[in-house]
């Protein structure tokens, strides 16, 4: 009975902590602000998803494509060598059959002089003395003249090669005798090329001395007679009437009683006489320009004071006129803020005494957001 009991109380705490676990994981989801705000956009998530598998699928399928072709091209080259492989074997024969066919005993050049002293004479008209060929004598002669005449060919072979490179080397000595023969004839120009410019050169600059010397010539004669020149101007200059001030020149008689008349090109100023009327003249002028100027500015300063006390007098008034209405404005404000504030006062004293008689205590603010549901 005791641990029936047991375990039924077992039971029961494990579904407890079940539903506290589940209650601590909803309030961190809700309290959560990033997603309480934001929340998850599932589609966009799912497209990422299903974009890396695509991206996956076709990565796996470039590897394949990759391995494919790798394997492809191996069997190519295990092909291209076993061809290879075949093509060698088969030039092989051909020049070991050719070597059978063609170059055999009787096909040798030396096989007239070997039958010129292999005259076979009956045995009959031989003595004891003269035998040539004893029993057992010949065996294997077919292999070593197989062998002898092979290595015949191969020496004429080896024997032609050398010639050929001999005759190679000789007509690349030639070409090369030929190269540079060229290049000392090009060399042989060349200097003969540049000993014609540097005659060239010498005498272009020969004449152009002479054509500096000969400038030069002329520029000094051009500079002495400029001189030369400038000396007479300065020389009339200094002995004419402009130099002299000569006033006679400056005055041209006309005749008739008429007064001389002056030439502005040949005047070199006022005599004293007409220099002291000049400075009367002037100083009454200026005299009477400045009665003028006073008693235009004494009119203009009269016009302007009159202007500036009827502008002041019109400010004044407008002056006055605002303070008026700004006094009219500031009493009816006054009387509109009177009255709001009674009506303030209405409003509070009811909201106080008839709508909020009873006041919250801290137990009914502690009650909320204590649980996720």
């Known amino acids: 009975m005791f641990k029936a009991d047991l375990t039924l109380d077992q039971q029961e705490e494990k579904t407890l902590e079940a539903r506290r676990s589940a209650e601590r994981a909803r309030k961190a989801r809700i309290y959560n602000t990033r997603l309480r705000v934001m929340g998850l956009d599932l589609e966009a998530l799912n497209q990422q998803v299903q974009e890396k598998k695509h991206r996956q699928n076709l990565e796996k399928q470039r590897d394949k494509a990759f391995d494919a072709m790798r394997r492809r091209q191996d ?13 060698r074997k088969a030039m092989h024969r051909d020049l070991t059959q050719h070597w059978a066919s063609q170059q055999q005993a009787e096909h040798c050049r030396d096989d007239d002089l070997k039958g010129a002293f292999n ?66 004839r090009g060399l042989q120009q060349a200097a003969l090329e540049e000993d014609r410019k540097k005659a060239a050169r010498i005498a272009l600059d020969n004449y152009n001395q002479a054509l500096a010397a000969e400038r030069a010539e002329f520029f000094k004669e051009q500079h002495r007679r400029e001189e030369r020149e400038n000396l007479e101007e300065m020389w009339h200059t200094a002995t004419s009437d402009m130099m002299t001030e000569c006033p006679e ?37 200026c005299l009477e320009r400045q009665v003028l100027l006073e008693s235009r500015f004494y009119i203009k300063n009269k016009t302007w004071d009159l202007h500036l006390l009827k502008l002041a007098k019109e400010a004044e008034e407008k002056e006055q006129k605002i303070a008026e209405l700004r006094r009219e404005k500031r009493m009816q404000l006054d009387q509109y803020n009177k009255l709001l ?5 209405a409003n509070q004293d009811y909201l106080e005494k008839e709508l909020y008689t009873s006041k919250p205590t801290k137990d009914y603010f502690y009650q909320f957001n204590t649980s996720s549901r």
């Open 119 to 184: 005259i076979t004479i009956p045995e009959s008209e031989l003595g004891p003395a003269s035998m040539q060929t004893f029993k057992g004598e010949g065996v294997g002669e077919d292999q070593r003249e197989q062998r002898r005449k092979t290595e015949r060919d191969l020496q004429a072979q080896m024997d032609e090669n050398k010639r050929r490179e001999m005759r190679a080397k000789h007509k690349e000595i030639l070409v090369n005798k030929d190269l540079v023969h060229q290049d000392l």
């Open 249 to 285: 020149q400056a005055e041209r008689f006309v005749g008739g009683g008429r007064p001389p008349q002056i030439l502005p090109d040949r005047w070199k100023g006022m005599s004293p006489e007409h220099l002291s009327l000049f400075h009367r003249e002037r100083e009454q002028q």
């Open 341 to 345: 504030a009674r009506e303030q006062q």
């Open 75 to 87: 069997e190519e080259l295990i092909q291209q060598d076993s061809n290879e492989k075949e093509k």
